[in-house]
């Protein structure tokens, strides 16, 4: 798969059992991209703009995507969400919480922004909230806790893998913080198992850094691609 970034040409030369092909592959007519803070050189360029192409977000209302944010709980839920309305599941566009649902968190009220996408993703299994109950839904999400979102999904659009892996000592071996004891070792692993991450590029996984904007669409798509 090549995402083309700019327009011009590129070589593209492959390699294998010491025989070797190339192609010209010219690129045009690459509009700019449709926010103004996510330039077409951007390293996550093709995940946010597949994020946007998908409907799972607008950006920030005034042209700008924000990358380096940072994603809170409640934004997870509704990336979630709308990432599940996505894949065409009429049962998620047709969802409107129940008296019971608002019960939930004492957190979460009719009034909050994301009421409706925080709900839903406890009424399926993604979140059962923050063990204190509430939801905490203005706290950072973790890139611990998001790949525990992230396999829930997975396994609530029918992939029963991701419900019943368990890492070997392989596993363990990939992230020098990411011990058996870890909380979310399990999520963290299968997350890395099929794709979705390959560590902070130092050797570990960084569980407990905040989730950055550009870092949640990288992550969603895989997420995407691994489902298809």
């Known amino acids: 798969k090549v995402t083309a970034i700019n327009n011009g040409d590129a070589v593209i030369t492959v390699s294998a059992a010491g025989k070797a092909a190339s192609i010209l592959l010219t690129v045009s007519g690459?509009?700019?991209?449709?926010f103004k803070d996510v330039p077409v050189s951007h390293q996550f360029y093709g995940d946010i703009e597949w994020l946007a192409q998908s409907g799972i977000t607008t950006g920030d209302g005034n042209g700008n995507f924000l990358?380096?944010?940072?994603?809170?709980?409640?934004?997870m839920a509704a990336f979630l969400y709308r990432h599940a309305v996505a894949l065409g599941d009429a049962s998620e566009s047709s969802f409107q919480p129940s008296a019971a649902d608002y019960r939930k968190f004492k957190d979460v009220g009719a009034d909050h922004l994301f009421a409706k996408e925080i709900l839903w993703a406890a009424s399926v299994g993604i979140t059962s909230g923050d063990g204190a109950g509430?939801?905490?839904?203005?706290?950072?999400?973790t890139r611990a806790q998001m790949t525990a979102f992230l396999r829930r999904f997975v396994a609530l659009q029918g992939d029963a893998s991701a419900s019943s892996f368990?890492?070997?000592?392989?596993?363990?071996?990939?992230f020098s913080d990411v011990g058996a004891d870890h909380l979310f070792a399990s999520d963290i692993l299968w997350a890395a198992s099929v794709g979705i991450t390959s560590g902070d590029g130092a050797g570990g996984f960084s569980p407990s850094s905040s989730v950055l904007r550009e870092q949640m669409a990288a992550f969603l798509h895989r997420t995407h691609n691994h489902l298809n």
């Open 30 to 34: 690459v509009a700019p991209g449709r």
């Open 67 to 75: 990358p380096k944010g940072k994603v809170t709980r409640g934004q």
């Open 134 to 141: 509430g939801f905490s839904p203005e706290a950072v999400c």
């Open 166 to 174: 368990q890492p070997s000592a392989a596993d363990y071996g990939k």
